[in-house]
């Protein structure tokens, strides 16, 4: 089974700094999906075969990453983009998830 | 537009079984896998099943192998999780995502597992 490390866990962040959350895969894998789940709600595809942005998110996300490193950054933080994001391996069975980044507005 | 729509959920005791459902609509369901992903109260997200477009592949998560089974009926637009044994690690909040990206999840379904 393939683990995958966030970090950090929880981080807070000003309007306007620019954000990194991390994703360590425990063995190699293809590409990274993520997705942004905020307090209450479903989670949504975010970024999808590591660098693609799924329809209607802001164009301040990016991805990027291979092999075991992966990431996502928001180029400036807005208040809209507090939620929890996870980071998702489908490149061999058992899927995983990673456990998740909590993002906070400071 | 897409929407997928999960019900059954609700309170068991150990040992017992419960089946949920997922009713898609908005798009043509049997051209897409699906998948079966929950998440305990005040945890991540994780990975449970996925089922091929034909039911052709079947894939279980090692913690439910065995107990649970995944299940379409496209006819139906219909995605069902048939769960047995139930633990209390079970209890949870359990999603379907349409595909394998995922890109579209429903609101999701409780279930909780407690005498």
């Known amino acids: 089974e393939i683990v995958l490390t966030q970090s950090p866990t929880t981080m807070a962040a000003s309007p306007g700094e620019k954000v990194t959350l991390n994703c360590l895969a425990s063995?190699?894998?293809?590409?990274m999906n993520w997705y942004q789940q905020k307090s209450g709600a479903s989670p949504k595809l975010w970024i999808y075969?590591?660098?693609n942005l799924a329809s209607g998110v802001p164009n301040r996300f990016s991805g990027s990453g291979s092999g075991t490193s992966y990431s996502l950054t928001i180029s400036s933080m807005e208040a809209e983009d507090v939620a929890t994001y996870y980071c998702l391996q489908l490149s061999s069975y058992p899927w995983t998830f990673g456990g998740g980044t909590k993002l906070e507005l400071k | 537009e897409v929407q997928l729509v999960e019900s059954g959920g609700g309170l068991v005791q150990p040992g017992r079984s419960l089946k949920l459902s997922c009713l898609a609509s908005g798009f043509t369901f049997s051209n897409y896998g699906m998948n079966w992903i929950r998440q305990a109260p005040g945890k991540g997200l994780e990975w449970v099943a996925s089922?091929?477009?034909?039911?052709?592949?079947?894939y279980y998560a090692d913690t439910v192998k065995g107990r649970f089974t995944i299940s379409r009926d496209n006819a139906k637009n219909t995605l069902y999780l048939q769960m047995t044994s139930l633990r209390s690690e079970d209890t949870a909040l359990y999603y379907c995502a349409r595909r394998t990206s995922m890109d579209a999840w429903g609101q999701g379904a409780s279930v909780t597992v407690s005498s």
């Open positions: 089922i091929s477009s034909s039911s052709s592949y079947i």
């Open positions: 075969g590591t660098s």
């Open positions: 063995s190699s894998v293809s590409y």
